[in-house]
């Protein structure tokens, strides 16, 4: 027996500029909150897959693909959640630890 009917397909988010249609790879999932662990992976996430400038462009130093890869963009989104400014995680990125442990993040009223 054949089934017969529509089937349901997700959709795929837009290419971001430089990505060719069909490129776009879905996004790595966000923890539903953010622990110290997380953060640590993110860290080593952002620090390993760092950009690297190549004849053909900035790819990624890690597994070479276009710059920032899937990786790189979950360990930023996990440490913008966690509380990092976008000027921390390039710091972070710039000291080259992968190990390093990010900031923790300010409370008010702490």
């Known amino acids: 027996m054949s089934r017969t009917g529509a089937r349901t397909v ?4 837009p290419a971001r500029p430089g990505q060719k249609q069909g490129e776009t790879l879905r996004e790595i999932p966000l923890p539903p909150y953010v ?34 890869c899937r990786l790189h963009r979950w360990g930023r989104r996990v440490l913008a959640l966690h509380g990092l400014r976008t000027a921390e995680i390039d710091a972070l990125i710039e000291r080259g630890d992968p190990a390093a442990l990010p900031p923790a993040p300010e409370r008010p009223g702490a």
């Open 10 to 13: 997700r959709p795929v988010s």
């Open 35 to 68: 622990t110290v662990e997380d953060a640590q992976f993110a860290v080593r996430a952002v620090v390993v897959h760092a950009p690297r400038r190549w004849s053909g462009g900035t790819i990624c130093r890690n597994d070479a693909s276009p710059h920032p």
